[in-house]
């Protein structure tokens, strides 16, 4: 099981970004998928999630209405689309994956997920 992120940068505040996560080694479609963050001398946050079951999602309070998850099951590839960045976004964002426990479950814990990618830093700065 492999999650490969890409598409950090450094932007400026306003702007917008695209991170992706390439899956392989498992089929996309049987997993539940997450993008978490964790900026320097804080605690790991959960941005977002969406299921495998009907792609729901949900979003971590501080994103919500700005940033937008979704999957590509056909290109094994999960989407996280940043809009109006803030320097408060500014963290390594890591993409997440788990077999969900129960049918329909997706989850912003990240004590939820067993198979992490190695982060794609986002830097937004003026």
């Known amino acids: 099981v492999q999650l490969q992120a890409s598409g950090g940068g450094s932007v400026q505040p306003g702007d917008s970004l695209r991170l992706s996560c390439e899956i392989s080694?498992?089929?996309?479609?049987?997993?539940?998928i997450g993008w978490f963050r964790q900026a320097p001398g804080k605690e790991r946050e959960g941005v977002a999630c969406?299921?495998?079951?009907?792609?729901?999602?949900d979003y971590g309070n501080s994103v919500k209405g700005r940033f937008t998850i979704s999957r590509d099951n056909a290109k094994a590839t999960v989407y996280l689309q940043m809009n109006n960045l803030k320097p408060e976004d500014t963290a390594v964002y890591y993409c997440?994956?788990?077999?969900?426990?129960?049918?329909?479950?997706?989850?912003?814990?990240?004590?939820?997920?067993?198979?992490w990618g190695q982060g794609t830093l986002v830097t937004v700065s003026s």
């Open positions: 969406i299921s495998n079951y009907d792609d729901s999602t």
């Open positions: 080694g498992f089929t996309l479609q049987r997993y539940v």
């Open positions: 997440v994956a788990d077999q969900p426990p129960a049918y329909g479950w997706y989850s912003l814990d990240s004590a939820e997920y067993d198979y």
